[in-house]
């Protein structure tokens, strides 16, 4: 786990937290933000995206494979 150290209503908070990595597709990004918001315990859970600029093309083809859209 994570310890995090946030502001939330006037004061400091700290909290014990577990991180969360999911790769999938941008065109998928909206889809999996509000299943998280929908399910996730927290008024305000973090969804950040990163950008991939490159890396393994194998596996970069298998994570496209492996997250199609329905």
Do not use: C, F, M
């Amino acid at each position: 786990g994570i310890e995090s150290v946030y502001w939330w209503e006037g004061k400091v908070q700290t909290d014990a937290e577990e991180l969360l990595i999911i790769k999938t597709r941008e065109s998928l990004l909206n889809a999996l933000t509000e299943h998280v918001k929908a399910n996730h315990e927290y008024d305000v859970p973090e969804v950040i995206a990163l950008p991939i600029s490159g890396g393994n093309l194998k596996y970069l083809e298998w994570l496209k494979d492996s997250t199609r859209e329905k």
